[in-house]
């Protein structure tokens, strides 16, 4: 039953309204008891309107050499796309791209995640992970503005969560953020779902400040 509910919730761009998940399983104790339970879901403030979304604890190991750390080991391109454009060059990729292998099953088993297929799991630990995407420029949103050369994505915060006409970019696919998407290898199909992540990163950042499980210093996307 979990394992339908967080794909359910992942098909649904990571969250989704706790009220609509009530009226489906159609008991609202039972619902919140399996939240209670269940590390892979957070109830979360979306302008005053509850909504569970899909998170985990694992992590993509970014050594090149680990004798185990209990994350993924994994090509990050692979994760994204399923395709590493460095595997056919001369000098290769570093990493596995296997995420079938026995370690990594291992791993996602111990979260209770191992029948995710690769799309579900990758928006996964997008909306989980702060090293896995370009952060907002917060700079780019204030008053100030950003001085240029930014690896940040200048895209309008506001607009993460309501519509918004102000002159700031509401477009991932505007020239700059694309731009950097594309350096770290975004795959087109993941650019149209961003502003969802961004969003439900966001949520999850506010409640862990609110459960006083953040320490303070973690950025929020």
């Known amino acids: 039953m979990d394992t339908e509910i967080l794909r359910h919730i992942l098909s649904s761009q990571g969250a989704v309204d706790l009220e609509e998940l009530e ?6 104790s039972f619902v919140a008891e399996m939240i209670d339970s269940n590390d892979n879901l957070v109830v979360c403030s979306f302008n005053g309107t509850p909504r569970v979304v899909a998170r985990c604890r694992v992590r993509l ?4 050499e680990c004798p185990g750390c209990g ?16 595997q056919q060059t001369r000098r290769g990729c ?15 088993r111990e979260f209770g995640l191992e029948a995710l297929s690769r799309t579900e799991l990758c928006l996964l630990l997008l909306q989980s992970n702060n090293a896995l995407l370009p952060q907002i420029c917060h ?10 050369n930014c690896q940040r994505l200048h895209v309008c915060e506001r607009y993460l969560h309501r ?7 509401h477009d991932f696919s505007a020239a700059q953020p694309l731009q950097l998407l594309q350096e770290k290898h975004i795959p087109e199909h993941l650019v149209r779902v961003l502003k969802s992540v961004y969003a439900n990163k966001e949520a999850l950042w ?3 400040k609110e459960n006083k499980e953040s320490d303070g210093h973690e950025s929020r996307y």
């Not at 190991?61 to 090149?64: E, G, M, P």
């Open 94 to 108: 570093s990493f596995s791209h296997d995420l079938n292998s026995e370690s990594n099953m291992e791993v996602l």
């Open 163 to 169: 519509d918004c006409s102000c002159f700031r970019t």
């Open 23 to 28: 009226c489906n399983l159609g008991d609202a």
């Open 71 to 86: 994350g993924l080991h994994l090509c990050k391109n692979a994760l994204l796309s399923g395709v590493c454009p460095f």
């Open 139 to 148: 700079d780019y949103n204030n008053r100030s503005g950003c001085p240029g």
């Open 61 to 64: 190991c970014r050594a090149k």
């Open 206 to 208: 506010l409640a862990d």
